[in-house]
């Protein structure tokens, strides 16, 4: 289930966080915590499953956009559907917007879209 980031869950997100490609630097990965920490329209949410968190995916709220800024799994938990999960849990969430990827996520977007057309 998708849970809303807080303070104490510091440490692991900033573990998922650093798996994306542009989030490497640890100056940035920071300065990219305190948005979400900080900005009103930057909102991080967690995937947790029994008591693990296992992934994270994080927004930035427009009025009628949510755009997807970074999304990742646990390495260990990887291809088992969790990715395409939480795209879909993000979209309940924000029914009433359009939800929209960045370009570093607009593959794995489209990937979950095809799946979601053809079911
Ligand atoms: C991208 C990521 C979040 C996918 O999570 P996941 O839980 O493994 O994804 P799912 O199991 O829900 O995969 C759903 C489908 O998307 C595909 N997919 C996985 N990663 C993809 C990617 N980067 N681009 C395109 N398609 C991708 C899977 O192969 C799967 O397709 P299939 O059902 O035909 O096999 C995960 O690989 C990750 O954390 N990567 C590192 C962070 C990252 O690079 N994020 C930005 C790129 S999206």
Redesign the pocket.
């Known amino acids: 289930m998708l849970i809303r980031y807080k303070k104490s869950f510091d440490k692991i997100a900033m573990g998922?966080l650093s798996?994306?490609?542009d989030e490497k630097d640890l100056k940035k990965l920071q300065q990219t915590k305190n948005l979400y920490e900080t900005e009103e329209n930057w909102q991080l949410f967690l995937w947790k499953e029994d008591d693990d968190i296992i992934?994270?995916i994080g927004v930035v709220v427009n009025d009628d956009r949510v755009e997807i800024q970074?999304?990742?799994?646990?390495?260990s938990?990887?291809?088992?559907?969790?990715?395409?999960?939480?795209?879909k849990a993000l979209k309940q969430l924000y029914e009433e917007k359009e939800v929209i990827?960045n370009k570093?996520?607009?593959?794995?977007?489209?990937?979950?879209n095809?799946?979601e057309d053809r079911s």
């Open positions: 998922l798996f994306m490609p992934g994270l970074h999304i990742s799994v646990n390495p938990y990887r291809d088992q559907g969790i990715g395409k999960s939480m795209v990827p570093y996520i607009v593959d794995f977007f489209h990937k979950c095809e799946k």
